[in-house]
Every structure is written in structure tokens, then in C-alpha cells.
């Protein structure tokens, strides 16, 4: 069975920093690429960034980009994302989710994990 | 690439038959996948490609659309579909999602 499950969420202040981490299970990590997508209270989803399948190619929203850093350790089955220069409107629900395995289809996400919360404190 | 949802808001009764469609900025041929979203929860994968059913997802829930236009349809609306539907794009990065179609229960 395929799990994702987040941990890191807190509150922290503006400013801040905080390092997100998503640990899976029931498929070969290594083969997939990963993304981070958040919702704020109340609103739509937004895309944060994605890593390919090596670690290798990483991609950001411009909302995040040059704060935010995300990476992998497929030796521990893990993907994370680093916060930095956190804003009030960082606050969201953070979800990591895994690429779909068909072909042409990547940026597909057939799985994802439940959700860690960020709250940024002004 | 933008996405447009529309409506924002639809209100449905069950065994209705209702559409969502998600409009591009620009074109982006078949890349559009939809997801639906329940309080609380993490979203689910519905189509991709535009129309292709994910699978273990009902045969009531079909996409069609490329280019710039873009639908979902649910052909008679169960209880369990209420729910917020999201379209998104993945020709390109950065990936984006429509601002989503909230359906509730008329």
C-alpha cells in the first residue's frame, strides 16, 4: 500500500524557517518524482515545487522561489522541503505528492500524503 | 498557464448530470488533469490526460477538452461526489491548478 505521511508543521514567526519532511512507503521512491503543493485556509491548491526522480532537477513556483529548497534522500525513502524568509501568507496546510508512473504524464500526482499545517505568525 | 474554473459554485441534486470546465491561458493540448477534494482531506486523482479515467475511479465521472477548453462531466451525481474539483495543468512548469468548483447539494 502506498503511504505518504508529512511531518515538520509548526508555528513559527515571520521570518522563520522551518524544514518540512515526507516519508513514503509501498513504492520505489527512487523511481518517481515528487512535489510539494499547499492550500491556505480556505483556498485552492498551489503547486510549491517538484524534484525528479535523481535529485537532480528541481523546480519552484515564483511565489517560493529563492526561499524555499527542496530535496530528497531516496536511501530513506524521504522527500523534503526547507522554508525560509517565511511570510504570513506561507501559512497553509503543506502536501507532498508523488508523480504518476504512466508514460507523458509527469506532474500527474496519483498519490498524496494527508498534510502537515504551517502557520507564520506576524 | 492560468486556469479558469466555471462556475465557482454549482448546486446539484443526486442523479443530476453536471459539467465543470476549466479554461487555459494558453494552449496546452492534453495536459490537463482533474482532482476532487473533500473537507479536510488530501485531493484524489479523478482524470488525466484530459480524459483518461484513473484508475478504481467511476465510470460516472468522463474529461474531454484540448487545447485551451476543457470539461469534466459527472453523468448522475451520487452522494459521496460533493465535493470541491480542481483542474491543472502539466505541460509546463511552474504546474497550476484552476481556483476550483465548489458542488454542493442542491
Known amino acids: 500500500e502506498v503511504q505518504l505521511e508529512e511531518f515538520g508543521g509548526d508555528l513559527v514567526q515571520r521570518g522563520g524557517s522551518l524544514r518540512l519532511s515526507c516519508a513514503v512507503s509501498?513504492?520505489?521512491?527512487?523511481?518517481?518524482?515528487m512535489s510539494w503543493v499547499r492550500q491556505a485556509p480556505g483556498k485552492g491548491l498551489e503547486w510549491v515545487a517538484g524534484?525528479?526522480?535523481?535529485?537532480?532537477?528541481?523546480y519552484y513556483a515564483d511565489s517560493v522561489k529563492g526561499r524555499v529548497t527542496i530535496t530528497r534522500d531516496n536511501a530513506k525513502n524521504t522527500l523534503y522541503l526547507q522554508l525560509n524568509s517565511l511570510r504570513v501568507e506561507d501559512t497553509a496546510v503543506y502536501f507532498c505528492?508523488?508523480?504518476?508512473?504512466?508514460?507523458?504524464?509527469?506532474?500527474?500526482?496519483?498519490?498524496w500524503g494527508q498534510g502537515t499545517l504551517v502557520t507564520v505568525s506576524s | 498557464i492560468q486556469l479558469t474554473q466555471s462556475p465557482s459554485f454549482l448546486s446539484a441534486s443526486v442523479g443530476d448530470r453536471v459539467t465543470i470546465t476549466c479554461r487555459a491561458s494558453?494552449?496546452?493540448?492534453?495536459?490537463l488533469a482533474w482532482y476532487q477534494q473533500k473537507p479536510g482531506k488530501a485531493p484524489k486523482l479523478l482524470i488525466y490526460t484530459a480524459s483518461t479515467l484513473q484508475s478504481e475511479v467511476p465510470s460516472r465521472f468522463s474529461g474531454s477538452g484540448s487545447g485551451t477548453e476543457f470539461t469534466l462531466t459527472i453523468s448522475s451525481l451520487q452522494p459521496e461526489d460533493f465535493a470541491t474539483y480542481y483542474c491543472?495543468?502539466?505541460?509546463?512548469?511552474?504546474?497550476?491548478f484552476g481556483q476550483g468548483t465548489r458542488l454542493e447539494i442542491k
Open positions: 494558453q494552449g496546452i493540448g492534453s495536459y
Open positions: 505528492a508523488k508523480d504518476h508512473p504512466g508514460a507523458m504524464v509527469r506532474g500527474v500526482f496519483d498519490y
Open positions: 491543472q495543468q502539466f505541460i509546463a512548469y511552474p504546474i497550476t
Open positions: 509501498g513504492f520505489t521512491f527512487r523511481d518517481y518524482a
Open positions: 524534484l525528479s526522480a535523481s535529485g537532480t532537477s528541481s
